[in-house]
């Protein structure tokens, strides 16, 4: 609650000095997912960590593409987002990382007998290539509205991947 107030609230939002996608890393990645699984297991895990990675890169590609389609408003109102900071072509190419390295980062932390599962979340990645080719392209405005849409279905067939591969790997340990 306290990280979502000062995002954007109190004297200097850290939102607004390019460290918004940090947060949403953190707290929609690493402490979303560990904290969750953590409460569960009352431990934790290399794969535990490598999912709340990659989740988290998703939620930060849902950020990127927002602050990229507002980074003429927000630079004039002097909101210096990460977008603004870093400026239009070295965002895009950071949203593309953070569509595309999540996908990277699961496949390569999987041990050897999760990897039927794992496969699973490539399911999603068709999903990432029309949102990423419209970024890429120079896609702004109103453009970015349907990317932000087309993104956030991949988010969500992503994670439903994980879960139900999550899901089938339980079953055939019980």
Known sequence: IVAGWFYTGGDKPYGYRGLGEVSVFVFFGLVATVGTYF???QNWSWLCLAIAVAVGFTSVALLLVNNLRDMRGDEASGKLTLAVRIGDR????????AVLVPFIVLLGALPADHAPWGLLVMVALPL???PVRSVLKGAM???????LGAT???QLAFGLCIVLGLGILSAGKG
Do not use: C, E, H, W
Not at 141 to 147: E, H, M, Q, R
């Open 90 to 97: 070295n965002t895009r190419l950071l949203y593309a990382s």
């Open 128 to 130: 990432a290539f029309i």
């Open 152 to 154: 956030g279905r991949m």
């Open 39 to 41: 409460t569960q297991a």
């Open 141 to 147: 405005g109103k453009d970015l509205i349907d990317v």
